[in-house]
């Protein structure tokens, strides 16, 4: 049986090597490969990964490493989140909050991994999110400050100071 550092190395040899549009395709990969790999499972990994779907030229998606994982470094290293995911900062807009509920606006193609990064970190200002394509719905913690939410997420994201001005809320 093969380990869970082993899936992952062949998870991040596999994205590096084709061009993957959906869980199916890699899912097929890894089965030829020898791994026996349930959605859930993927679903997971990805997610550890910091694995992202962006768009293509052709209007698709296919998932793409972050910079980290796409310069040969461990996938299983032990390295801070926030150097592995900062590079989605990129892809933020912008930040509006009406009572307790925060809307980021995003390029396309980047809500989801924003959202589920926001989502893995369990900060304690914010309650979840929900994403589409290019919005998040963030959903604030009765009581929390705006200040306060915006800098958690520049905590998270350092690059958005460059976007969020904090004196703003």
Known sequence: MKTKKE??????ELIKKHHIENHEHLLKLLDEAGYDVAQATLSRDLNSLRVVKMRDNNG??????P?????????????SNTTHVN???????????SGNMGVIKTIPGYASSIAAIID??????????IAGDDTILLVVREGITR????SKLIEL???LINTIDITDY
Do not use: C, M, W
């Open 7 to 12: 899936r992952l190395i062949k998870i991040v």
């Open 60 to 65: 698709g998606f296919y998932y793409h490493l």
């Open 120 to 129: 893995g970190q369990d900060i304690f200002e914010i309650l979840g999110t």
């Open 67 to 79: 910079p980290s994982q796409d310069n040969d470094e461990d996938p299983t290293g032990n390295e």
């Open 147 to 150: 200040r306060a939410v915006a």
């Open 157 to 159: 994201f350092p690059r």
């Open 87 to 97: 590079f989605l900062a990129d892809g933020f807009r912008s930040l509006v909050f």
